[in-house]
């Protein structure tokens, strides 16, 4: 029985395309990050109630050794913490993976601390900051929790997709992510390699050490330029090749690659030919979600933006049906409404 009117061939052939879409995930960056403050529980929601299938929240850890949900251990830029006058003696300077930053830091304070501050907008100078200051700083558990609830009855769950953030450094200060990480997608049920989750890291080592210890999928993320924090004389750019995506194979599911590693923008900033990436990737076996897909100007490339406005919003449909015509996997967006809106996920 077609799922389209008539079950003529061109239905037939757009059933197909249905289903074709569907199998491409929507990875919530942060959330429904476009329009709420990054890694807040309302903005999972809002992205779970758009058409994500999987959530994303990077974690960092608490001077008390609890999984939150950061973009990054330094919270300045992403919450009030600089408003509070009994925090600013913990504002300081920190050396993390080689770069220095001044501010405050996840690991200086504990959970019930953490809990006083909320969270706001990162990108004001493009995003409304409306919501600012309403919402808390969530767990990893309260994360789980609240899958948990909304995959009650749900024949296809919601996924879970986190981000180890600086692995090596939180070791190295006596707060390694494995063992808490693990627990927990134990507990909330995440178990063997079909398990709706995705654990990514832009280190090696940890992938490798997780690799040794479960079989959920693993995502190996890649930049553009530079390389691994734990590994500084592997470049990514190696990582690419074809032996080095066959050495990924042996521990992770996939690759999370700059988006530009997929298809570049030529000089003039317009989207170019796709690179044999994905086609190399598929050949090792190793899935392909590419990071990360926003609406606005600032973002798009030159024939897609809407204006010179860098805040206005452009074609961010396109962009993405190019890299769906590309072959990939899966896609990193601030903007689940559009992406669902193309793949057909809305009503999912």
Request: charged residues 25%.
């Amino acid at each position: 029985m077609c799922l389209l009117t008539g079950c003529g061939a061109k239905a037939q052939k757009q059933e197909a395309a249905l289903k074709d879409n569907r199998n491409m995930i929507i990875i919530a960056h942060r959330g429904l990050s476009g329009e709420w403050p990054e890694h807040t529980l309302e903005g999972y929601q809002a992205a779970i109630d758009e058409g994500a299938d999987f959530i994303e929240p990077d974690l960092v850890l608490t001077k008390d050794g609890i999984l939150v949900a950061r973009h990054e251990n330094e919270i300045s830029e992403t919450t009030n913490v600089a408003a509070h006058p009994k925090f600013a003696d913990r504002k300081t300077t920190k050396t993390i993976d080689g770069v220095k930053y001044t501010g405050w830091f996840t690991e200086d304070f504990t959970l019930s601390e953490l809990k006083t501050l909320r969270a706001k907008e990162r990108l004001p100078q493009l995003r409304s900051t409306a919501k600012d200051g309403q919402f808390l700083i969530p767990t990893f558990e309260e994360i789980l929790i609240l899958l948990k609830s909304v995959n009650n009855g749900r024949s296809v769950p919601i996924g879970v997709y986190p981000e180890t953030k600086h692995p090596s450094y939180f070791a190295s200060i006596g707060l390694p992510h494995e063992g808490e990480l693990l627990k927990l997608l134990d507990e909330y049920g995440y178990r063997g390699s079909n398990a709706p989750v995705f654990i990514q890291s832009f280190e090696v080592g940890n992938l490798r050490a997780l690799r040794q210890k479960t079989d959920l999928p693993l995502i190996q993320l890649l930049d553009g330029e530079g390389s691994p924090a734990d590994m500084p004389a592997m470049r990514y750019a190696d990582m690419i090749a074809p032996d080095g995506l066959k050495d990924i194979a042996t521990y992770a599911n996939g690759i999370g690659p700059n988006k530009n590693m997929v298809i570049p923008r030529n000089m003039i900033g317009n989207l170019a030919a796709p690179t044999a990436l994905v086609s190399n990737a598929h050949q090792a076996g190793l899935k392909v979600h590419p990071w990360t897909f926003r609406r606005e100007n600032y973002f798009l490339p030159l024939s897609m933006k809407s204006g010179i406005n860098p805040k206005s919003i452009g074609d961010l449909a396109a962009e993405i049906q190019a890299f769906k015509d590309a072959g990939v996997d899966g896609i990193f967006t601030d903007n689940t409404p559009e992406a669902a809106k193309l793949l057909g996920k809305e009503a999912l």
